[in-house]
Every structure is written in C-alpha cells, then in structure tokens.
C-alpha cells in the first residue's frame, strides 16, 4: 500500500510569500494529483503529474520520480489561495486502475 | 464547474437507516470512483467503476455498494447507517484510468443522527 506523506501540515503566511508544499509516497506510481480544497469542501484537481514540471498561472508542480517526491509551489501568494492542498497518488495494479491514495493535506492560510 | 454533478447536496438521516447518492460524470468519462472524507480518517477510495463493470475496490464495507448504469451515471447505497458513516462522500470521473486525470463533484455530505 502507498503511503503518501505531506510537509507541512499548518502553514500560515503573508501575502505576497513564496510558498512551497512537499509530497513523499512510498511506492512506484502511475501519477500524482495535486488537489485543492476550499472551506466549502468542493475538491479542484490542480495538476496531474507522471514527470518533470507543470505550470498553471502562479502554481508551478514538481515531480521527482527517482526521489519518489514532488513539490507544489504558489507564487505570490494571495489570500484566495487559502484552502487545503491535497496530494494524491496512482499506483500501478495489474493493468487495473486503483483509485487514489491522498495524503492528510496542508492547510494554507495566507493573509493580508 | 467541474462537470460532475452530485445529488442530493446534503442529507440528514438517523441511525439504521439507507440512503442513495447519486453522480453523473463528465460528458464522455467512463470511470467513476467514490471516495469518502471523515475527520478521522481524511479521504479514502471507496470503489470504482468503468464502463458499467466494477474495476477496483478500496475501503469500502460491506453495508456499502455501488453500481453504474449504463447511461454512464452511478449510485452509492449506503444501509444500516452508524453515526461514524457521517463524512462528505465524492464522485470522481475520468476518461480511463492510470494516466488520466480525474475530476470531481462537489461532494454529497451525509450527516448521521
């Protein structure tokens, strides 16, 4: 089974920061899934990653297979970023197609 | 709007009792997976389905089943609920499976009293 870990838990910063949330798994995966979730609960998928880097407006995704690691990054930061940010990973199963494995989150507040 | 809808938005129900909760998934998606939120426990895959055909299996008791017809929409039955059943309950659809992004419905929270 996957574990999938994510640093930090609670992260408070200040508009404008530059922000960074890292994953660790455990296991060969398929593809990782960055999520957001905002406090009225409705999950977004942000990135899905197999390799190298993504980039979307200010949010830039990291993948390193070998290191079995990824990285979300929010670039000036702002307070509408405040939500949960969930990683998720897909393993490989025997030509099935396993649903995700998600990490605990990370709670973003950014304020003013 | 991610294209999955989820109904009902928010059910209360008491102890003992079973409940439907339905998904329809994005134009032309053929996966749909079920996954379960609580405090406790954060999220968990719960089953998923393709193309009408049950194609995996997590977290899922027994008191739960699922199943998707063949217009593509899914239902999760959820019988003898127990106060610890309360969680948001997500669709996800994809087009196919490993390498395929997923997207999600805004969630179906069940409140057991």
């Known amino acids: 089974k996957n574990e999938v870990e994510q640093s930090p838990q609670n992260l408070t910063a200040q508009e404008g920061e530059f922000i960074t949330i890292n994953c660790s798994y455990s296991v060969g995966i398929s593809a990782l899934h960055w999520l957001q979730q905002h406090p009225g609960g409705g999950i977004v998928s942000l990135f899905m990653l197999s390799s190298g880097k993504k980039k979307h407006g200010r949010l830039i995704a990291t993948i390193n297979i070998q290191e079995k690691h990824s990285s979300l990054h929010i670039t000036a930061s702002h307070p509408r970023d405040s939500a949960v940010y969930i990683c998720?990973?897909?393993?490989?199963?025997?030509?099935?197609?396993?649903?995700?494995?998600f990490g605990k989150g990370t709670h973003l507040i950014i304020q003013p | 709007d991610s294209g999955v809808t989820q109904t009902p938005k928010h059910l209360i129900t008491a102890t003992g009792q079973r409940v439907t909760l339905r998904c329809s998934p994005r134009?032309?998606?053929?996966?749909v997976y079920w996954y379960q939120q609580s405090l406790d426990q954060g999220l968990q895959f719960l089953i998923q389905?393709?193309?009408?055909?049950?194609?995996a299996k997590g977290n899922i008791l027994e008191r739960f089943s699922a199943q998707q017809f063949p217009d593509l929409h899914s239902e999760l039955n959820l019988s003898s609920l127990e106060l610890g059943d309360s969680a948001l309950y997500f669709c996800?659809?994809?087009?196919?499976?490993?390498?395929?992004?997923?997207?999600f419905g805004q969630g179906t929270r069940l409140t057991v009293v």
């Open positions: 998720a990973v897909r393993s490989y199963s025997g030509g099935g197609a396993d649903g995700l494995t």
């Open positions: 996800a659809s994809s087009v196919g499976g490993l390498h395929t992004e997923a997207f």
């Open positions: 389905y393709y193309n009408g055909e049950e194609r």
């Open positions: 134009s032309g998606d053929l996966s």
